[in-house]
Each structure stands twice: as C-alpha cells, then as structure tokens.
C-alpha cells in the first residue's frame, strides 16, 4: 500500500549497494576497535567507543579500497580477489560463498523490475559482484552493475552513480541510490539521485540523515510503500 509517493518526478531507475542493502552484514572491525577503545570510556563518560570504532572503520574504508582499486586498475591485483574475500571474511562481510539475502530483497526486486531500470552499485570487485549476483539469482533482474573496476573513482565520489544511470541511459536525477552508508548517501546526492537510506546494513540514522538522505527506511523492501 502507498504511504508517501517520493516527490521525484518520473522515477526510472533504481539503483542498489550490496552489503547492508540486500545482503547481511555485520562489520567486525568496528566491534574490535570499540573494544579496543573502552578503557578511553571508561576514564572519559563521554566518550562513546561504540560510536568512535565506527567512525575509524569508515575513514579506513574508502583509502583502503581505493589502494586495492589502484592494484587491480595497474594490473597488479595477482590472487587479489582471494585477498578481498579474506579482508571480507576478517570484518564479517558476506563473501561469494557466503552470502544471507535482507528479508524482502528479492521480493522488492521481483516487483521493481517490470516498473524500473535496475542496476548495482558497489565498491566490490566485477568479478566478485558478478558471482554474487548470479548465486543469489539476482542476475536477471540488474540491467548494469557498476563496481570498483569500472572506473577509478569510488563512493562517496558521484562518478559511480552517473556510470550507472548512463549504462541504463538515465538522466541520475530520474534514479533513486539505496544504500546503508553516509558514503552510498553522498554519492547519491553528488550526482542529483534521489538517496535512499537503509538502517539494515553499517548506517545509523543520525548519520544518514547528517550525510543529506531524502528517506531513511529499516529495510530497501520498504521503498514499495513510498512509490506511487
């Protein structure tokens, strides 16, 4: 049933994040570095180490994908995707071969597509994405996927985006982003896409609302209730 139809006019393509957005995720690096920073707390009662271990892990994660993106994009990225899928493994990310869908994923896609021009966007790499598109059975349903080797520019940055809308020849102001971090949220918003938050993935809603999201929803399922 329709809630509040999304004041963007002529909706025609929506585009997805993997982790935390479709598929589970559950970041361990943040955990062990809250851990690590408790004795802070301890003697500082306002120091939050929960939220402090998350904010290390992010401002680690763009730098460290784009060394390994510069790897790959020198032809330097030998058993590099074996060493992705560890680095995966080690924060509690899913993996090709490990891999639990968000409740209501596939339902959401089944219903989109025969509406909307779908499409991934997402910091994993193209042989990494592609294997998890195709084990899920989600293949059919994307029309593009855009991934850390299609270009040498990563979210936050817009170029992720607006390569997305072109494969599906979209103007980026006619697509909704969906994603679970402030970073999916500035890349959306960077390219003139409509941004979509979920708090299914690394994301708090504080912090996506700070990085500029037009809708904040608990799962990507949601979206069909907002849509007219």
């Keep these: 049933m329709t809630q509040n139809p999304i004041a963007l006019p002529n909706v025609q393509a929506v585009l997805f994040d993997l982790d935390g957005t479709l598929v589970e995720t559950h970041n361990r690096w943040a955990g062990v570095l809250a851990e690590k920073l408790a004795p802070i707390q301890r003697i500082f009662r306002r120091f939050d180490a929960r939220v402090w271990g998350r904010r290390l892990v992010m401002a680690i994660e763009t730098p460290s994908n784009y060394a390994i993106s510069t ?3 020198l032809g330097l990225d030998t058993n590099m995707l074996g060493i992705s899928d560890r680095i995966r493994r ?3 990310l899913a993996t090709r071969r490990r891999a639990q869908l968000i409740d209501g994923s596939q339902e959401l896609l089944l219903a989109l597509k025969s509406r909307y021009k779908l499409a ?3 910091t994993r790499a193209r042989p990494e994405a592609l294997a998890f598109v195709e084990q899920t059975g989600f ?3 994307f029309d593009a996927i855009v991934t850390r080797q299609d270009g040498w520019w990563m979210k936050p ?12 020849g979209v103007d980026p102001r006619r697509c909704i982003m969906i994603g679970d971090t402030t970073m999916d949220i500035r890349s959306a918003r960077r390219a003139g896409a409509f941004a979509v938050g979920v708090l299914s993935g690394f994301g708090e809603r504080e912090e996506l609302e700070r990085a500029g999201a037009h809708l904040i929803l608990d799962r990507a399922e949601q979206l069909l209730g907002y849509l007219p």
């Design 90 to 92: 080690s924060k509690g």
């Design 157 to 168: 940055h817009p170029g992720p985006v607006r390569r997305a809308a072109a494969m599906l």
């Design 139 to 141: 293949a059919p349903y």
């Design 71 to 73: 790897l790959e994009h």
């Design 120 to 122: 991934v966007v997402t």
